[in-house]
């Protein structure tokens, strides 16, 4: 087992990295939590899948299990849903010294952990992620929050859990479309901080060579994570670094209705096209670009969608939470494991998304 802490000014957590941990989740739970009432809030996929297995487990263990459900995909991070969860747990009658249980990927875990940071001004929960995507990146660091029709986690918190429990094993179900989904963003931390990742990720050659290697995979990307968060958890400075390809990529979200591309793949064009454009313009090391280019197709991923109305794009670019006034703040590599902040005026960003 992998065991990570977090160590923050005003909270400690652990990040618990083990194969079949989901089965001994009751006795985890249960070393932290002495109350009896647990919400579990989950999609009708994973619920389908391990729900049952879950409830049993718990139940038995003497917790009293109360299942919210929402469906799949990013649709269910929207205040409409969000207010099906309130009135979900004021009818099972949560109160602040009960526990919410985020139990699925990047969506309810977002959605779950907003609802808990807000219902009754706070309530006590707990991430165990489900996809790749949520164990190395969505369920570590505290960031929840839902989406508005003009754009993406435009309503949000810093709410961090009292536990994260990832079982690497949950993974063998997930569609391989969204295991390469969740690849998109460990791609990310190794081009930001780790070229050695990025060249033993080049070595993976399978499937099944994948999956030997993931747990590792899953706490290297959850260690820089945590180093990152340590040093800037509201997102005022370094943690920035995190969103390599992610201020192109949510516009891509939201430009195709979050219907033709997943985070991970919007996330993937994202970091190939900014990389070319910053290379063309003399910023980044010749040939970083086209490494980003191997590794995604490596991974089944895209880096390009072909001409679009960039117009559009700059829209929901222009709303970006990590502006200042007219100023935008973008990722970009010096070359591979090397990223930084870039700072730019708004005006300018059309210079980086020229030529999707």
């Excluded at 919410?100 to 165990?128: E, K, M, P, W």
């Excluded at 994570?225 to 509201?234: A, G, H, Q, S």
């Amino acid at each position: 087992m992998y065991k990570i802490k977090v160590n923050l000014a005003q909270k400690d957590y652990p990040i618990l990295i083990k194969r079949g941990i989901i089965n001994s989740l009751d006795f985890e739970i249960g070393r932290i939590y002495k109350n009896k009432k647990i919400a579990i809030i989950t999609d009708h996929n994973i619920k389908g899948i391990y729900g049952d297995r879950i409830i049993e487990s718990l139940s038995a263990y003497g917790f009293q299990i109360h299942t919210i459900l929402v469906n799949p995909g990013e649709g269910s991070k929207s205040i409409q849903v969000l207010s099906h969860v309130y009135n979900q747990l004021l009818d099972i009658g949560i109160n602040r010294k009960d526990l919410i249980v985020a139990f699925g990927g990047g969506v309810v875990g977002d959605l779950a952990g907003f609802a808990a940071s807000t219902f009754l001004r706070g309530i006590r929960y707990i991430q165990v992620p489900t996809s790749l995507l949520a164990q190395i990146d969505s369920s570590v660091g505290g960031k929840v929050g839902i989406n508005l029709p003009r754009g993406k986690n435009l309503v949000g918190n810093f709410y961090h859990p009292e536990s994260v429990f990832i079982d690497p094993d949950l993974l063998n179900t997930l569609p391989n479309r969204y295991l390469y989904d969740g690849m998109a963003e460990v791609i990310k931390y190794a081009c930001i901080r780790d070229k050695t990742m990025y060249e033993k990720l080049l070595s993976i050659e399978s499937k099944e060579k994948l999956y030997e290697n993931i747990e590792e995979i899953i706490y290297s990307c959850c260690s820089i994570k945590k180093e990152i968060v340590e040093k800037d958890e509201r997102e005022s400075g370094e943690r920035m670094l995190l969103n390599f390809g992610h201020t192109i990529g949510h516009a891509i979200e939201k430009f195709f209705n979050y219907e033709t591309f997943t985070h991970g793949e919007a996330v993937a064009i994202g970091m190939y096209c900014i990389t070319r454009q910053s290379e063309e313009m003399g910023i980044t090391k010749k040939g970083t670009s086209s490494l980003i280019k191997r590794i995604l197709v490596q991974y089944n991923l895209p880096f390009e969608i072909g001409e679009i109305d960039n117009s559009r794009l700059l829209e929901s670019i222009a709303l970006d939470k990590k502006g200042e006034e007219d100023i935008l703040n973008i990722v970009l590599l010096k070359e591979i494991g090397a990223g930084f902040i870039n700072k730019i005026n708004k005006e300018d960003i059309g210079e980086f998304v020229s030529h999707l």
